[in-house]
Each structure stands twice: as structure tokens, then as C-alpha cells.
């Protein structure tokens, strides 16, 4: 079985695969304290929640975007089930072309979505993922990652405009009854929610006029289910897109 583990900067995500099938997925709040044992805690735990242990794993992949967290998190591979990890980089066998200056600068976690839509969707294609960050990024139709855009993301967006205007405060991220609030809650959840689906409808216009083409849109991260519904922009909604690009990845360097 394949351990695939996922870095971001909110959580860290673990999950098992059996050759294509999914048998489970876990996530921990990214601590850059962690050890690699306190790591290994936590996944043995995990996986004995699953009904899985240590001995059920045969490969590991890793993307992170925490770079004080992937040595930890290797060498927790290492020590607990004793197994040599792929480190996602630009210079794996992604299945995918690189059309961008500084290959390096691109987050592991945008490559591997990349690689994900592509091999569901073919290109062109694009993918937003909701996270800290709110990011596109677009595989071109050559089949190439050829850039994206980075934007706050949703809760990062609130937690500046509640700090930093005295009179401002944090609101839940759900849209109001209409887009014109009736006290400064639903004022601010308007400017939020509804100026988020603007600000994704815009840009995702640009990206198709830029590609000079229509094509599919994949939603993924842990708000894509907040927006989705109230735009029209998305193919789908893949919380598992991550995962399967890493399942992806780990299969071509294997060959």
C-alpha cells in the first residue's frame, strides 16, 4: 500500500491507497515543532483507525510547501515504516511539461494537482484550490504547466479585515439573504463570500481568454465546497485531487 502525505500550511494530510482504491485519509493541524516520533505517533494512530498498520505500507510520497516540515516528515517515513520517500520536486517524473522561467519556485502541491487534472480532464485545463492561499494553476494545451495566480484565501481575507479595522470583527463564512447586508455581519459576509465568487469568475474568464480557449475547471481544497454552488465556473469539485496526483506520481517514478 502507498502512504501519500500532503504539507500545506494549515494541515498535513495522510492517506492510504491500495493500488487505485482510496483506503483511507486523515489530517493534522501543521505544527512546525512536530518530531519526526511525534509524527510517527500520529500515524501509527491513524492508521489503526483504518484498520491498517505500519507493516501494510510498501511506498511513501511526499509534497510539502512547509519546507521545515519535509525532512521531519522523511524521516518519520524512515524510522516508522522503514521506507525511503519521494520527495515531489519539479524534477520528478510528473507526466506533465514545465513551461515556466524558475520551475523551483512552484509549490509541490500545484504540481501535483496539475498532474491530477490533466490525467482526468487532458488539456487545457486548470485547477482552484482553496486553501491558505487560494491558487490557479493552468496545464496549457500542450500539456505543459504554464503558470497560475495566487490570491488570499478566504479565511486569511477575514482574519486581515477583522484585525486591522477597529470596528470590524470575525464573521461565519456564509453568504447572507442578499448581497446587500442589512447590518455590518452581513455587510462583511457579502463582501467575503460574494466578492469571492466575483474575484473566481473574473479570473477564470481571464485564464480561458488567455488560453484562447474554453476548458475544464477543477475545484479542490477545504472551502471549494463554500463557493462552488454559487458559481458556474466549475466542471467539478475533486477533494481527492491531491491524493490521486500523488498515486499518479509515485506509479511514473516506480516505472
Known amino acids: 500500500m502507498l502512504l501519500t502525505v500532503d504539507v500545506g500550511n494549515t494541515h498535513v494530510k495522510f492517506a492510504v491507497y491500495e493500488e487505485q482504491a482510496l483506503r483511507g485519509n486523515w489530517r493534522a493541524t501543521t505544527d512546525r515543532e512536530r518530531t519526526p516520533d511525534e509524527w510517527g505517533i500520529h500515524l501509527e494512530r491513524f492508521l489503526d483507525q483504518g484498520g491498517l498498520g505500519l507493516g501494510d505500507l510498501s511506498g511513501c510520497i511526499i509534497a510539502s510547501v512547509v519546507p521545515q516540515l519535509t525532512d521531519s516528515l522523511r524521516q518519520m517515513a524512515e524510522k516508522y515504516p522503514r521506507l525511503k ?67 488570499p484565501g478566504l479565511e486569511a481575507s477575514l482574519a486581515a479585515l477583522s484585525q486591522r479595522a477597529a470596528r470590524l470583527f470575525n464573521v461565519a463564512l456564509e453568504f447572507p439573504p442578499s448581497v446587500i447586508g442589512k447590518s455590518t455581519a452581513q455587510a462583511m459576509q457579502s463582501g467575503l463570500l460574494w466578492g469571492y465568487v466575483s474575484l473566481i469568475e473574473g479570473l477564470g474568464a481571464r485564464v480561458q481568454e488567455a488560453l484562447g480557449q474554453p476548458c475544464p475547471v477543477i475545484a479542490t481544497g477545504g472551502l471549494a465546497d463554500r463557493i462552488a454552488p454559487h458559481t458556474t465556473l466549475f466542471t467539478v469539485v475533486d477533494h481527492d485531487l491531491t491524493v490521486k496526483g500523488l498515486r499518479l506520481i509515485w506509479e511514473r517514478n516506480q516505472r
Open 85 to 151: 520517500p519521494l520527495i515531489v520536486t519539479h524534477e520528478s517524473n510528473l507526466g506533465i511539461g514545465i513551461d515556466y522561467p524558475h520551475p523551483y519556485e512552484i509549490g509541490a502541491d500545484r504540481l501535483v494537482n496539475s498532474v491530477a487534472a490533466f490525467a482526468a480532464y487532458g488539456a487545457p485545463v486548470f485547477v482552484v484550490d482553496f486553501g491558505t492561499g487560494t491558487t490557479f494553476d493552468i496545464v496549457n494545451a500542450e500539456g505543459a504547466y504554464t503558470g497560475g495566480i495566487i490570491a
